[in-house]
């Protein structure tokens, strides 16, 4: 694991003239990288190019709405056939009825699911969005890097254990808690 340094800034440009003092300062271009963090929600996009079809949470609206449906299939298949035998309509009202309960029916039990499902308690904070500039420091540089972030007047200074591959911090993770640590 290495010891990485990372500040974020609101812009490209920023992070540039924070990368070019940190060159002027001896670090190497193979120990800084400049890279986007996405804003939150639209962190989960994997390596291999899919995508998450549905939020974790949802999880259970399906059994309300499978729930509803039936429940509402019913009840609309009994209006249904009342109507037939009361005002003499064809079947097919009591099919069409039916049907539209079914439909009214997952819809509500869904709702009803989503409403009350319990909701994952908000973790820790998250990287917020922005241009991120992390170093790959030594216990020996550290407080140099972290000096120049500040004076570059870098937000949420952050220290972290990681993977650095080619000149990247390769195992960075935007949901992981950042450590943010007073005395750095």
Not at 15 to 34: C, N, P, R, S
Not at 141 to 151: D, G, H, I, Y
């Amino acid at each position: 694991m290495s010891l990485i340094v990372a500040g974020r800034f609101d812009t490209y440009e920023q992070a540039q003239k924070t990368a070019q003092l940190l060159f002027e300062h001896g670090f190497a271009e193979e120990d800084v990288t400049i890279f986007f963090v996405n804003p939150p929600g639209q962190h989960d996009r994997p390596v291999d190019g899919t995508h998450q079809v549905a939020d974790p949470s949802s999880k259970s609206i399906y059994k309300g709405a499978g729930i509803g449906l039936m429940i509402g299939a019913t009840l609309g298949a009994s209006i249904g056939a009342m109507l037939c035998t009361v005002v003499s309509l064809p079947l097919l009202v009591t099919l069409i009825a039916a049907s539209v309960g079914a439909y009214l029916g997952s819809l509500m039990g869904a709702m009803a699911e989503a409403r009350t499902s319990k909701q994952e308690p908000a973790s820790a904070k998250i990287h917020e969005s922005g241009v991120l500039v992390a170093i790959h420091v030594t216990v020996n540089n550290q407080t140099e890097a972290t000096a120049v972030l500040r004076k570059a007047s870098a937000k949420d200074i952050e220290r972290a254990h990681g993977r650095w591959k080619h000149g990247h911090w390769s195992d960075f993770d935007p949901l992981k808690e950042p450590s943010l640590p007073k005395n750095l």
